[in-house]
Every structure is written in C-alpha cells, then in structure tokens.
C-alpha cells in the first residue's frame, strides 16, 4: 500500500505526464492543420504545464491561427536544420 505522500506524488506525476500526452497531440494536430483541435489539446495541456510559450502559441492560434501555424512549422524547421 501506499503512503499519503506517495499517492500524491504518483497522482501529480499521472497529470504531468497526461499534459506532455496532450501537448505531443496538440503538435500533431497543429502538423495536421487541424487548428480547432490542436488549440483544445495545447489549452488542457497548459492548465498542468503554465508554460509561457504555450500561452504565447495558444494567443496566436486565437489571434491568426493560419499564421501561427506557419510560424511553428518555420521555428521547426530551423531547429531541425540546427540539428543536424
């Protein structure tokens, strides 16, 4: 059996690693083009991560979601060339 704390601590490891699953979906579906969805998966997974350049992304899929999209698949590309 566990502990009180340890119950804890595998249920706030559980939503972290539910967040990462969301985010990873949110990126495939903003691949995808489906903006609507993508946006709903970066929303859930941002309540758990509060991640700045998370809420940078969701106000751009708001905002022109066309144009962010474009904008995420350039800042990939040049990380994925840096990479290399």
């Known amino acids: 059996p566990l502990t009180d704390s340890q119950k804890t601590l595998v249920s706030h490891r559980a939503l972290e690693i539910r967040a990462h ?18 946006r709903k998966f970066f929303s859930e997974s941002n309540l758990q991560l509060q991640r ?8 751009g899929l708001k905002i022109a979601p066309g144009a962010t999209r474009s904008l995420v698949a350039l800042a990939n590309r040049i990380r994925n060339s840096a990479a290399s």
């Open 21 to 38: 699953y969301l985010l990873a979906e949110g990126k495939l579906c903003l691949q995808e083009g489906k903006l609507s969805e993508a």
């Open 52 to 59: 700045p350049k998370l809420s940078l992304l969701l106000l």
